[in-house]
């Protein structure tokens, strides 16, 4: 059986970390493109921009929020079966494990 990004809590976290880094970089993107339409007054350009923008907004809040259930898994994980040190890098610079 080959291996997917879901095989182990890692590796999700990971695959939505990049996930959340590709739609960060297309609201850079859009935001762009929505000023642009705006110079150049194509209102129903503009308006569907925003749609788009809004929606990758609301993607990547979404993403923002798995990473963080993710990254407490993760935590607890390494805490049941008593591992010690961080799992990755630049993983557990996430929401601690209470949600505060």
Known sequence: ???????????????VGLLLEAVKQARVEVGQDL???????????????????????????????????????????RLLLGEDGPASPRGDADEPLDGA
């Open 35 to 77: 000023e642009k339409a705006k110079a150049e007054g194509v209102g129903r350009s503009v308006e569907a921009l925003q749609l788009v923008a809004w929606k990758l907004e609301r993607l990547e809040s979404q993403l923002l929020a798995s990473r963080h259930l993710l990254n407490d898994l993760r935590r607890l994980r």
């Open 1 to 15: 059986m080959s291996e997917t990004p879901f095989d182990n809590v890692e590796g999700a976290h990971e695959y």
